[in-house]
């Protein structure tokens, strides 16, 4: 029985993925138990339900299909970003939503999976090469494409989680030192620019030695780091526009300090909350800081300081487990399907995830800056969780499907 | 995959493994840190008590006038709080009617706060009365959670009203909240016109938060970490005006009754010395809470008290545009100032006749403005040119926004031919349409605030200052104003032009035969023109530009009086008087003597009034 399972299912995917989010289903029902949003917990456990049928869908979708409907399915969430942008709900400042009666929709949810799909749909063809300029530009577009109109939203986490996953999967497909490189370094010295000229120099001083270092032909490198050095000097052209709201929130990414009132708070909440776990927990429940509710909407971005309060270590430690093992299945996974289409995909949507994993528990933990990204199958969220379901419905299929070619 | 990558892939498998394990580790590490190093103190923190925040409200900058006077000031005042997780609801029906407020107005804002924290104040009202505080004071023990915060409110110290430059403060709005970002939360005050709401972000300040230790009932118990977190509050900055109030309320008492505006400006620089919207309203109304009957009572009056008039309107100039076409047409060469046109009272155009009031003979330029003369203009008109004459009522700043530092401002309209050809269609409008653009009639539309400058640039000789109420910032500690940087520009204008115009507005006021004569100043010579605008609503509106003294302008000015009939009777005598008010003092006697010091800053002030001049 147990050996047809496991020729059949990813047993360790499968697993880790319903405990952890029963886990979540624990930790929403104690964080809105004492905040009069029980509803909350009701919600979440109808989009369980849901999420399980479109896991099985997923896991049974007829595989050559699904890379058949890849790049169609793309342009269709794009088609989607597009439309949210004109009729959406704006929620926060954001426009991402869309509303289907109680319940809404978040279509850049399910962009981060068709975009997936895609990539790996065009990087598994035999003509194309990372290696090659066009193609990689291609490959670049299928990414920035969605980027772009999620940035206009504005939601600033869900555009790094892209920015993630591209890298996995451009390093996985055999993209040179240099390319990834010519990834990192914008956005690397877009960071430093934000933090004032010296980290600026600093990050283009250590880049250039980098670039300099993979022996690229000198016109391609110079190109790559004039665009690098462009980058920082006009993001703070684009900050000094920018309408004073903007500019704090960036300011509180950087220095969370900035911002006492708001996210400087919750990290500092948050760190208590954790802290104060100990080693065994308060008990379920007994959370003193989940239960009178010390971090607003706690349980959608700080949904992690939950087991980290009311079960401490052993809790916080379990999720990490659970998670690293998901994750390292994931990789696992990738390397062992027979097919590139399946490895691209397996790679992506492990990366995909791990983003998240590492953006928002490092952002519970104080090691990171606030960026609201939700706690996969943790956080509270319907599209969240059924993006998630599908990506472990997918993985499953790939797991049942890796000796095709 | 093929075979040949088997071991690049098995690599770059290890290389992702130790990625991962390496951040998981780390996060590990940490929270071993976090919770097996640091779990007793952040226990400590946590097992009994939490931290809590309690915003700090920074005081609302102070507004000066131009003497130095302190004319907007704050008072504080009580507001009742309600903690959400404290609060008894059976206790709601008795607050209501303490507060004389709606059962379900409290309930609606706890549960708004509630979606934030349970464990902060809400706001339920402002600026309490006495009888409201103590009956709450000695309800005290049986009403917990109900708490009250001071705050401050604007208290005006001056006679005069301002109330359309100075603007009101209140509370902010659920839509404001959204689109200012997380700066602002529910019960804070913006400033929501006028000066208050153009230097919002300068007179706010910046809030600050302490940082409290508070038990599991949600009660304070302490600081945190001897508030080593804590943020002050900065203060807003005060600011100084260019405003002298004395002028301001004395040209609201002339205004008193009537509908209309004045706006003076210092021709040296570009500020504004009063700005006089009537009928007005007082702002004190606005500093507490303000009842809705008032908004509505206000908001329906058919006078439109909210609406500022010395910024907004858009009517018609009337002859106190005929400037504009004058330097038009000498700077364009149509015509030579000691060209003649024979007035007998009327001008025919084609099967139509366009009127003049009196017939005034021959008359050349200077005399056509200084007995405003309709046949030369028409006829002047048509000579010029309709873009011409546009392109220098823009010159002169028409038909935009002159960047007035208060929050609402409206471009006005100046028509060219692009404009006719939209609203008309290329071939829906002949030279027909021109005569009366001539004169400051048809589809043109002015503010008061717009006239002003344009008063300006002629006492100035071209030199265009971007008007404006405030100085700069008044530093507390030193009483010394650091300046604003307001931009200047020079008219390209001939001076010979300039001179033709002015001595046309000089005898207007000046010399028998001129329409301006009831602005006339003992002593001083002053140089205006009056305008007549038709108006298809109702009786005409009554205009006044002007300057004095002509030789060393020190404040241009503009008048509109709305439905009053003829300016030279009805906007120039308001015009004079305000000129000779500024230029004389309160006492009327020459020349200006010293003003009456309340406190010492005056003194100080008066020395950093600007001493810029026109300058050519």
Same mark, same amino acid.
């Not at chain 2, 349970?118 to 339920?124: D, G, S, T």
């Not at chain 2, 008109?381 to 007035?404: H, P, Q, S, V």
């Not at chain 2, 060393?552 to 709305?562: G, T």
């Given at each position: 029985?147990?050996?047809?399972?496991?020729?059949?299912?990813?047993?360790?995917?499968?697993?880790?993925?319903?405990?952890?989010?029963?886990?979540g289903?624990?930790s929403v029902?104690?964080a809105t138990?004492?905040?009069?949003a029980?509803?909350i917990?009701?919600?979440q456990?109808?989009?369980?339900?849901?999420?399980?049928?479109?896991?099985?869908?997923?896991?049974?979708?007829?595989?050559?299909?699904?890379?058949? *409907? @890849?790049?169609?399915?793309?342009?269709?969430?794009?088609?989607?970003?597009?439309?949210?942008?004109?009729?959406?709900?704006?929620v926060s400042?954001?426009?991402?939503?869309?509303?289907?009666?109680?319940?809404?929709?978040?279509?850049?949810?399910?962009?981060?999976?068709?975009?997936?799909?895609?990539?790996?749909?065009?990087?598994?063809?035999?003509?194309?090469?990372?290696?090659?300029?066009?193609?990689?530009?291609?490959?670049?577009?299928?990414?920035?494409?969605?980027?772009?109109?999620?940035?206009?939203?504005?939601?600033?986490g869900?555009?790094?989680?892209?920015?993630?996953?591209?890298?996995?999967?451009?390093?996985?497909?055999?993209?040179?030192?240099?390319?990834?490189?010519?990834?990192?370094?914008?956005?690397?010295?877009?960071?430093?620019?934000?933090?004032?000229?010296?980290?600026?120099?600093?990050?283009?001083?250590?880049?250039?030695?980098?670039?300099?270092?993979?022996?690229?032909?000198? &016109?391609?490198?110079?190109?790559?780091? @004039?665009?690098?050095?462009?980058?920082?000097?006009?993001?703070?052209?684009?900050?000094?526009?920018?309408?004073?709201?903007?500019?704090?929130?960036?300011?509180?990414?950087?220095?969370?300090?900035?911002?006492?009132?708001?996210?400087?708070?919750n990290?500092?909440?948050?760190?208590?909350?954790?802290?104060?776990?100990?080693?065994?927990?308060?008990?379920?429940?007994?959370? @003193?800081?989940?239960?009178?509710?010390?971090i607003p909407e706690q349980w959608t971005d700080f949904i992690f300081c939950v087991?980290?309060?009311?079960?401490?270590?052993?809790?916080?430690?379990?999720?990490?487990?659970?998670?690293?093992?998901? &994750?390292?299945?994931?990789?696992?996974?990738?390397?062992?399907?027979?097919?590139?289409?399946?490895?691209?995909?397996? *790679?992506? &949507?492990?990366?995909? *995830?791990?983003?998240?994993?590492? *953006?928002n528990?490092?952002?519970a933990?104080?090691?990171?800056?606030?960026?609201g990204v939700p706690l996969?199958?943790l956080s509270y969220g319907g599209?969240s969780?059924?993006?998630?379901?599908?990506?472990?419905?997918?993985?499953?299929?790939?797991?049942?499907?890796?000796?095709?070619? | 995959?093929?075979?040949?990558?088997?071991?690049?892939?098995?690599?770059?498998?290890?290389?992702?493994?130790?990625?991962?394990?390496?951040?998981?580790?780390?996060?590990?590490?940490?929270?071993?840190?976090?919770?097996?190093?640091?779990?007793?103190?952040?226990?400590?923190?946590?097992?009994?008590?939490?931290?809590?925040?309690?915003?700090?409200?920074?005081?609302?900058?102070?507004?000066?006038?131009?003497?130095?006077?302190?004319?907007?000031?704050?008072?504080?005042?009580?507001?009742?709080?309600?903690?959400?997780?404290?609060?008894?609801?059976?206790?709601?029906?008795?607050?209501?009617?303490?507060?004389?407020?709606?059962?379900?107005?409290?309930?609606?804002?706890?549960?708004?706060?509630?979606?934030?924290?349970?464990?902060?104040?809400?706001?339920?009202?402002?600026?309490?009365?006495?009888?409201?505080?103590?009956?709450?004071?000695?309800?005290?023990?049986?009403?917990?959670?109900?708490?009250?915060?001071?705050?401050?409110?604007?208290?005006?110290?001056?006679?005069?009203? +301002?109330?359309?430059? %100075?603007?009101?403060?209140?509370?902010?709005?659920?839509?404001?909240?959204?689109?200012?970002?997380?700066?602002?939360?529910?019960?804070?005050?913006?400033?929501?016109?006028?000066?208050?709401?153009?230097?919002?972000?300068?007179?706010?300040?910046?809030?600050?938060?302490?940082?409290?230790?508070?038990?599991?009932?949600?009660?304070?118990?302490?600081?945190?970490?001897?508030?080593? %977190?804590?943020?002050?509050?900065?203060?807003?900055?005060?600011?100084?005006?260019?405003?002298?109030?004395?002028?301001?309320?004395?040209?609201?008492?002339?205004?008193?009754?009537?509908?209309?505006?004045?706006? +003076?400006?210092?021709?040296?620089?570009?500020?504004?010395?009063?700005?006089?919207?009537?009928?007005?309203?007082?702002?004190?109304?606005?500093?507490?809470?303000?009842?809705?009957?008032?908004?509505?009572?206000?908001?329906?009056?058919?006078?439109?008290?909210?609406?500022?008039?010395?910024?907004?309107?858009?009517?018609?100039?009337?002859?106190?545009?005929?400037?504009?076409?004058?330097?038009?047409?000498?700077?364009?060469?149509?015509?030579?100032?000691?060209?003649?046109?024979?007035?007998?009272?009327?001008?025919?155009?084609?099967?139509?006749?366009?009127?003049?009031?009196?017939?005034?003979?021959?008359?050349?330029?200077?005399?056509?403005?200084?007995?405003?003369?309709?046949?030369?203009?028409?006829?002047?008109?048509?000579?010029?040119?309709?873009?011409?004459?546009?392109?220098?009522?823009?010159?002169?700043?028409?038909?935009?926004?002159?960047?007035?530092?208060?929050?609402?401002?409206?471009?006005?309209?100046?028509?060219?031919?692009?404009?006719?050809?939209?609203?008309?269609?290329?071939?829906?409008?002949?030279?027909?349409?021109?005569?009366?653009?001539?004169?400051?009639?048809?589809?043109?539309?002015?503010?008061?605030?717009?006239?002003?400058?344009?008063?300006?640039?002629?006492?100035?000789?071209?030199?265009?200052?971007?008007?404006?109420?405030?100085?700069?910032?008044?530093?507390?500690?030193?009483?010394?104003?650091?300046?604003?940087?307001?931009?200047?520009?020079?008219?390209?204008?001939?001076?010979?032009?300039?001179?033709?115009?002015?001595?046309?507005?000089?005898?207007?006021?000046?010399?028998?035969?001129?329409?301006?004569?009831?602005?006339?100043?003992?002593?001083?010579?002053?140089?205006?023109?009056?305008?007549?605008?038709?108006?298809?609503?109702?009786?005409?509106?009554?205009?006044?530009?002007?300057?004095?003294?002509?030789?060393?302008?020190?404040?241009?000015?503009?008048?509109?009086?709305?439905?009053?009939?003829?300016?030279?009777?009805?906007?120039?005598?308001?015009?004079?008087?305000?000129?000779?008010?500024?230029?004389?003092?309160?006492?009327?006697?020459?020349?200006?003597?010293?003003?009456?010091?309340?406190?010492?800053?005056?003194?100080?002030?008066?020395?950093?009034?600007?001493?810029?001049?026109?300058?050519?």
């Amino acid at each position: 029985m147990l050996n047809y399972l496991q020729r059949h299912f990813d047993l360790q995917i499968g697993i880790s993925s319903l405990l952890l989010t029963i886990i979540g289903l624990v930790s929403v029902y104690s964080a809105t138990y004492d905040a009069r949003a029980s509803d909350i917990f009701f919600k979440q456990l109808a989009w369980s339900g849901a999420g399980t049928v479109v896991l099985i869908a997923m896991a049974l979708f007829p595989y050559r299909l699904l890379q058949t *409907i @890849s790049i169609p399915a793309w342009l269709f969430s794009l088609l989607l970003l597009v439309i949210v942008l004109l009729l959406g709900k704006t929620v926060s400042g954001s426009t991402s939503w869309f509303n289907l009666g109680s319940f809404r929709i978040q279509p850049s949810e399910f962009a981060k999976i068709t975009t997936v799909l895609a990539l790996a749909s065009y990087l598994s063809r035999s003509d194309v090469s990372l290696r090659n300029p066009r193609d990689l530009f291609l490959a670049g577009g299928i990414v920035l494409a969605p980027v772009a109109l999620i940035m206009m939203q504005p939601d600033f986490g869900t555009a790094v989680i892209y920015g993630g996953m591209a890298f996995a999967v451009m390093y996985w497909g055999g993209a040179s030192q240099f390319t990834l490189l010519s990834v990192v370094a914008p956005a690397a010295a877009a960071v430093g620019a934000l933090f004032g000229t010296t980290p600026f120099l600093i990050v283009v001083a250590v880049m250039g030695v980098l670039i300099y270092l993979t022996k690229e032909h000198r &016109l391609v490198a110079a190109v790559v780091f @004039s665009f690098m050095v462009l980058v920082g000097i006009s993001v703070q052209f684009i900050y000094d526009g920018m309408k004073p709201y903007q500019q704090r929130r960036i300011d509180t990414f950087l220095d969370p300090g900035a911002d006492p009132l708001g996210a400087g708070y919750n990290i500092l909440q948050s760190k208590v909350a954790i802290g104060s776990g100990g080693v065994f927990g308060k008990g379920y429940l007994h959370g @003193s800081q989940t239960q009178l509710n010390f971090i607003p909407e706690q349980w959608t971005d700080f949904i992690f300081c939950v087991p980290g309060e009311e079960f401490g270590f052993i809790g916080a430690a379990t999720v990490l487990v659970l998670f690293a093992v998901f &994750l390292m299945r994931g990789v696992t996974l990738a390397s062992k399907v027979k097919s590139k289409y399946a490895s691209y995909v397996a *790679i992506g &949507l492990t990366a995909t *995830i791990a983003t998240h994993v590492f *953006i928002n528990i490092g952002m519970a933990l104080g090691l990171f800056p606030v960026i609201g990204v939700p706690l996969p199958f943790l956080s509270y969220g319907g599209s969240s969780l059924l993006s998630n379901a599908a990506m472990v419905g997918i993985l499953m299929n790939l797991y049942t499907n890796r000796k095709e070619y | 995959m093929a075979l040949q990558d088997d071991i690049q892939i098995y690599e770059k498998r290890r290389a992702l493994y130790v990625v991962i394990g390496f951040v998981f580790i780390i996060f590990l590490g940490r929270l071993f840190q976090l919770q097996m190093f640091y779990s007793d103190e952040y226990g400590k923190k946590s097992e009994e008590n939490s931290i809590r925040v309690i915003p700090r409200e920074p005081i609302r900058g102070y507004i000066y006038d131009r003497n130095g006077a302190r004319v907007v000031d704050n008072r504080p005042s009580f507001t009742v709080t309600i903690m959400p997780y404290e609060f008894d609801r059976r206790k709601l029906g008795f607050i209501a009617r303490v507060l004389s407020l709606d059962t379900t107005f409290i309930r609606t804002r706890i549960k708004q706060g509630e979606e934030y924290s349970r464990f902060a104040p809400v706001k339920i009202k402002r600026d309490i009365d006495f009888r409201e505080l103590s009956v709450l004071e000695e309800n005290r023990d049986r009403l917990p959670g109900v708490d009250y915060q001071v705050e401050s409110k604007r208290w005006y110290v001056t006679p005069a009203h +301002a109330s359309h430059i %100075l603007g009101y403060t209140k509370e902010i709005s659920e839509n404001q909240i959204r689109a200012l970002g997380g700066e602002y939360t529910q019960g804070d005050v913006v400033g929501s016109s006028g000066l208050e709401g153009g230097y919002e972000g300068s007179l706010r300040g910046k809030k600050g938060a302490e940082f409290s230790t508070v038990n599991v009932r949600g009660q304070v118990v302490g600081g945190f970490e001897s508030g080593k %977190l804590d943020v002050q509050a900065v203060d807003g900055k005060d600011l100084a005006l260019t405003m002298d109030f004395g002028l301001q309320a004395f040209a609201e008492s002339l205004m008193a009754g009537r509908r209309g505006a004045v706006v +003076a400006l210092d021709p040296r620089d570009g500020g504004v010395l009063a700005m006089v919207s009537s009928p007005d309203y007082d702002l004190s109304v606005f500093s507490g809470v303000t009842p809705p009957q008032i908004w509505r009572t206000m908001n329906s009056d058919t006078e439109r008290p909210l609406f500022n008039r010395a910024t907004l309107t858009r009517y018609p100039p009337g002859s106190t545009f005929k400037m504009v076409l004058a330097i038009a047409a000498l700077e364009t060469g149509k015509v030579t100032p000691q060209w003649r046109v024979h007035c007998t009272g009327g001008f025919r155009l084609g099967n139509k006749v366009f009127k003049d009031l009196h017939v005034h003979g021959s008359v050349d330029m200077i005399s056509a403005i200084q007995q405003s003369c309709n046949v030369y203009f028409y006829q002047l008109m048509l000579k010029t040119g309709l873009d011409e004459w546009a392109y220098y009522g823009r010159e002169l700043g028409f038909g935009m926004l002159t960047g007035i530092d208060i929050a609402e401002e409206n471009p006005g309209l100046l028509p060219s031919t692009a404009y006719m050809n939209r609203r008309y269609g290329p071939s829906g409008w002949t030279r027909g349409f021109l005569p009366s653009l001539g004169i400051g009639q048809g589809e043109l539309g002015v503010t008061p605030l717009q006239m002003a400058a344009y008063a300006m640039v002629l006492a100035n000789w071209g030199d265009y200052h971007q008007p404006h109420a405030v100085q700069g910032f008044r530093r507390r500690s030193t009483g010394t104003v650091d300046t604003l940087a307001f931009q200047s520009r020079r008219l390209s204008v001939a001076i010979p032009t300039w001179a033709i115009v002015r001595e046309g507005m000089r005898r207007a006021v000046e010399l028998p035969g001129g329409t301006g004569g009831m602005s006339r100043i003992k002593g001083i010579e002053v140089a205006g023109k009056t305008g007549t605008a038709q108006n298809p609503h109702g009786p005409d509106h009554a205009w006044f530009v002007g300057f004095a003294p002509f030789d060393d302008p020190r404040i241009a000015i503009c008048v509109l009086v709305e439905n009053a009939g003829f300016g030279g009777s009805h906007a120039a005598p308001v015009a004079g008087k305000c000129m000779e008010r500024y230029l004389f003092g309160p006492a009327g006697a020459s020349p200006p003597p010293a003003k009456a010091a309340p406190r010492p800053a005056v003194a100080e002030a008066t020395h950093q009034t600007p001493s810029i001049t026109g300058g050519d």
